[in-house]
């Protein structure tokens, strides 16, 4: 009854079109006037206030600025350029230079949307200049920038592993193979749909490499490209926690685009905050109230109950794990990643661990999963920052993007099967 009562007046709130995270808090203020009689009404402000009140979360925030003030302080410029100068001359260049910067990107940004916008400014327009067509060249911008929450620093790595009370650490390192994966998965297919419809067959795919140009671009990058390195070698170097290498890294923006790039000014610096104060407002509330509906769920014991009944259902792990990632990905196109990681850890983590998957590869599995649900109408988030910037229709970006979210499938398959992709790191720091 209780589960029915939850789910049935998320389900019906999300259909009212009632924004997620206050159809979340108004389905556990549902379920606890009908259905518990084991929660108070105060509990869901007492747990919503209070849970915000963690040092881990204090992150979020954080890289959120690092990565904006990054993107202002010309950092995505040159990330660009070095990535041109490795795929550009390929046939299906630009799209694998919209991929790789999106990867360089993402260790800076650790959001998805963000990558998108700070990569699709400068890629968009230059991929319909040299005749990509403007859907695709929008699908593939919003489909690599999904690789900005897998690729280290993560966002819903942090809120997994605050969930979970999984390693943050940890999971920065398992995300990094897998994201690289999908990066050269995406590139190829890029490369099979370019050539196979033709596309710009004149302009900068016919020159060649050049190593100077390689070496100067990566001279220029060399600043951006130390982000990870700093972040991940003072983690895992005990010289501070993921929390206070988010704080590092605003510093270290700071000081790179005001005084080696000087193109961040206050006025930059000004829109940064701002921006990154009303994401950030539009996020918390919605952990906050996410985590009270997580209270709700272990209070009644719905997680114990679902994942007895999956568990009974089969009791091979490969099917398990085929039936968790289904519902993941369904999930994903309906619930934004945050309020989804927020609900479904306490749930699904259990029956993971039960079936014999490390929770640090179940992070990578679960945050991929969600990945996919950035460019899965009808949420999609990934596919309207796009579709915003390159001035695309909507219809012609889904169709472009089909491929692309297949490749995606492909890649989250052999992440999901291959465990020792995301753990070899992990385990080898460990040892």
Not at 15 to 40: E, H, K, M, R, Y
Not at 129 to 143: D, H, M, R
Request: aromatic content about 10%; some cysteine.
């Amino acid at each position: 009854m209780t589960i029915a009562i939850l789910f049935g007046s998320l389900f019906l709130f999300c259909l009212l079109s009632v924004p997620i995270g206050i159809a979340i808090g108004l389905s556990t203020l549902t379920t606890i006037i009908f259905a518990s009689d084991n929660i108070q009404l105060s509990t869901i402000a007492q747990k919503a206030f209070t849970s915000l009140d963690s040092f881990p979360i204090m992150a979020i925030p954080f890289f959120m600025l690092a990565g904006i003030l990054m993107g202002k302080g010309g950092v995505s410029k040159r990330l660009l350029d070095f990535a041109n100068s490795l795929v550009g001359f390929l046939v299906g260049g630009l799209a694998m230079v919209t991929v790789l910067t999106c990867m360089f990107f993402a260790a800076i940004s650790g959001s998805g949307p963000a990558t998108v916008a700070a990569i699709g400014s400068f890629m968009i327009p230059a991929m319909k200049e040299k005749n990509y067509g403007l859907g695709f060249a929008s699908a593939i911008t919003a489909t690599a920038g999904s690789i900005g929450v897998i690729i280290p620093p993560s966002i819903p790595f942090i809120l997994f592993g605050v969930i979970g009370s999984v390693s943050i650490g940890g999971l920065f390192m398992a995300g990094i193979i897998p994201g690289i994966l999908i990066g050269v998965v995406l590139m190829v297919m890029s490369y099979f749909i370019v050539k196979g419809k033709n596309l710009n067959t004149e302009g900068i795919e016919n020159r060649k490499i050049s190593l100077k140009e390689v070496g100067k671009t990566f001279y220029e990058a060399k600043w951006a490209l130390l982000t990870p390195i700093i972040i991940l070698g003072g983690i895992y170097g005990s010289i501070f926690t993921p929390t206070e290498a988010a704080v590092v890294t605003i510093f270290y923006a700071l000081l790179i685009g005001s005084f080696v790039h000087k193109e961040l000014r206050w006025k930059e610096i000004y829109d940064a905050v701002v921006e990154t104060i009303t994401i950030t407002g539009t996020t918390l509330y919605m952990i906050g109230l996410s985590i009270a509906f997580a209270y709700l769920l272990t209070v009644e014991q719905i997680p114990s109950t679902i994942a007895n009944f999956i568990t009974t259902t089969s009791d091979n792990p490969i099917i398990i794990l085929l039936m968790i990632n289904i519902f993941l990905l369904i999930v994903g196109a309906f619930i934004d990643t945050i309020a989804a990681l927020v609900i479904l850890t306490p749930i699904l983590l259990p029956v993971a661990t039960q079936i014999g998957i490390d929770p640090i590869h179940f992070g990578v599995i679960m945050v991929t999963n969600l990945a996919i649900g950035f460019i899965t109408p009808p949420i999609g988030v990934n596919l309207f920052v796009a579709s915003g910037i390159g001035k695309a229709p909507m219809e012609s970006i889904i169709k472009s993007i089909i491929p692309l979210f297949l490749a995606m499938v492909f890649s989250l398959l052999i992440i999901s099967f291959l465990p020792s992709l995301s753990m070899f790191l992990p385990n080898l720091l460990n040892k």
